[in-house]
């Protein structure tokens, strides 16, 4: 073949590959917003408390504890004929698509744990979905395409959020939009996943096989063979889920009492009301049921033999400076998680905008503003190298905090503002012209600039930091990490937004993105070990 040709061939795969991961990045995120920010506004327009929202955000715990069964997509194929990973990114899509359908027919007001329990459906199928997507885009992708991949991975995964984090705020505005109910766009997004998995099973680039994983757990006896391999790997899955069972219900007999013990003398001579006393009460008993959940599934996984996980995870903590990336990571984003964890709640009953506004600046303009910050991100990788993009970046994404803490305190106005004229898309429209404030639309714009830009630094981090042969295990634990934030502070955020006010929030949001900075100056030679030049590439 000319040289000239094998070029070419090249060029036409390398622009596959980049296009798939596009493609599996909106799946990815379609499904987050559903759970997230989407959810918070249906439920606020139901009429729920803060407090109450904030807790349904634990609907994402699936998030921080897929790494629990991803090593079994490490370890099985779903369906043999589409090859690695393909036929997990089938099955998962189409399951979303049936939890979303069936989350459309439940009343947040009237069934209200039936909600809380399919909200919670579909986040363990979305994290299912993404430990095969960060899996097959790690594998996919040499390490010189990662920079501008978890790039256009981002921005994918923005583009869902467009939809059905800001699009849908449109088309769900009486006055304004399309006059959709909740239920009616949940199940057009159900419509879209489906069609997600039609692209997963015809359009994907197929994955080379790789030889069968054969060890577990260094240190312990190997099972004898493949197939031996495989069993103590379900049975390690299942002990672990024994064991989570156990301390759920355990935690939910007994850590109320502990921490009413614990916290209620403190709260007892506060100013709060007893309701938010008793948040505090519920927070503290939920710690103290996740601290005796999580060792126990660890004793269990290593009791059982869970091969896979075992194996990853010691691959993982084998590299110089593991303990301190997984510090950074769950911290890298803790602040700007904590910013965002309520943010259409106070945009919406704080700040009393118009839920066609929001859905126009911070859903829609902001994300398209994420897109293109994550693009420049990807570019500037190129030039900065991986460690000084992450801390340029992070410097950014902090400041971006104190602009919403300007917008608390009396932002709103004081920069004009602009009329949206009235249009029609087909998709979606605006029936009126509609005033949008200059002050949320600065603030909103430099938050999402500089937060796609840290997220693109942090995939192609997370990128580098896995095995090939453990990628969905390695990348679903250090993912799980990251989400800490993100999910976890929801409880919190709620708590303590009613208790000291949304200017002291941010205020703290702030204050949390500096840790990561800190732990990222100290881990500077580990860091741009990462870093592949063009050369090595």
């Given at each position: 073949m000319p040289p000239s040709l094998s070029r070419s061939g090249v060029t036409l795969a390398a622009l596959h590959r980049l296009a798939a991961v596009t493609v599996l990045g909106f799946a990815s995120g379609l499904p987050l917003a559903l759970t997230g920010q989407a959810l918070q506004a249906w439920l606020t327009v139901e009429g729920l408390d803060l407090a109450a929202i904030g807790f349904l955000s634990l609907a994402g715990l699936p998030y921080?504890?897929?790494?629990?069964?991803?090593?079994?997509?490490?370890?099985?194929e779903c369906v043999a004929a589409l090859g690695r990973r393909r036929g997990w990114l089938v099955l998962t899509q189409l399951v979303l698509a049936a939890l979303l359908?069936?989350?459309?027919?439940?009343?947040?007001?009237?069934?209200?744990r039936s909600f809380a329990l399919l909200a919670l459906a579909v986040a363990f199928a979305s994290a299912s979905q993404d430990v095969v997507v960060d899996a097959y885009r790690t594998d996919l992708l040499g390490p010189a395409e990662r920079g501008l991949g978890a790039s256009l991975?981002?921005?994918?995964?923005?583009?869902?959020?467009?939809?059905?984090?800001?699009?849908?705020?449109?088309?769900?505005d009486a006055q304004q939009g399309g006059g959709w109910s909740w239920p009616e766009v949940y199940r057009f997004m159900a419509g879209v996943m489906v069609a997600a998995a039609v692209v997963s099973l015809l359009l994907l680039p197929r994955l080379p096989r790789l030889p069968p994983v054969r060890g577990a757990n260094p240190g312990a006896a190997a099972p004898a063979g493949e197939h031996g391999a495989a069993r103590h790997d379900l049975l390690g899955f299942l002990a672990v889920l024994a064991a989570v069972a156990v301390g759920v219900v355990l935690s939910d007999r007994f850590a109320p009492g502990v921490a009413a013990a614990l916290v209620g003398p403190l709260l007892e001579g506060s100013t709060l009301p007893a309701p938010l006393r008793q948040r505090w009460v519920d927070l503290t008993a939920l710690l103290l049921g996740i601290a005796f959940t999580l060792p126990l599934a660890a004793w269990a996984a290593r009791r059982a033999r869970f091969g896979t996980l075992l194996a990853g995870v010691s691959s993982y903590f084998a590299m110089p400076g593991a303990v301190a990336f997984l510090?950074?990571?769950?911290?890298?984003?803790?602040?700007?998680?904590?910013?965002?964890?309520?943010?259409?709640?106070?945009?919406?009953?704080?700040?009393?905008?118009?839920?066609?506004?929001?859905?126009?600046?911070?859903?829609v303009i902001g994300l398209w503003l994420t897109i293109g910050g994550a693009l420049v991100g990807g570019a500037m990788m190129l030039k900065l190298g991986l460690w000084r993009s992450l801390f340029v970046f992070g410097v950014l994404q902090l400041l971006s905090n104190l602009g919403f803490w300007w917008l608390a305190v009396g932002g709103k106005g004081s920069l004009g503002g602009a009329v949206l004229p009235a249009f029609d898309w087909g998709f979606v429209k605006l029936a009126a012209a509609t005033p949008v404030d200059g002050?949320?639309?600065?603030?909103?714009?430099?938050?999402?600039?500089?937060g796609g830009m840290g997220t693109a630094a942090f995939v192609?981090?997370?990128?580098?930091?896995?095995?090939?042969?453990?990628?969905?295990?390695?990348?679903?634990?250090?993912?799980?990490?990251?989400?800490?934030g993100r999910v976890w502070v929801g409880p919190l955020a709620g708590v303590l937004a009613e208790s000291i006010g949304w200017p002291d929030f941010f205020l703290f949001s702030t204050v949390l993105a500096l840790p990561a900075l800190v732990l990222l100056w100290w881990q500077r030679v580990p860091m741009r070990a990462l870093e592949v030049t063009p050369a090595s590439a």
């Open positions: 921080t504890f897929k790494f629990l069964w991803a090593p079994l997509m490490d370890r099985f359908l069936a989350l459309a027919a439940t009343s947040p007001t009237l069934a209200l991975g981002v921005m994918g995964y923005r583009l869902a959020m467009i939809l059905s984090g800001g699009v849908a705020l449109i088309w769900t510090f950074f990571i769950v911290l890298y984003k803790l602040g700007d998680a904590f910013a965002g964890s309520l943010m259409t709640a106070f945009l919406l009953k704080s700040m009393a905008y118009t839920s066609a506004e929001v859905g126009v600046v911070n859903k002050a949320l639309l600065m603030v909103v714009a430099f938050e999402n600039i500089s192609a981090f997370l990128m580098s930091l896995c095995n090939q042969r453990f990628t969905a295990t390695q990348y679903a634990l250090l993912s799980a990490f990251a989400s800490v």
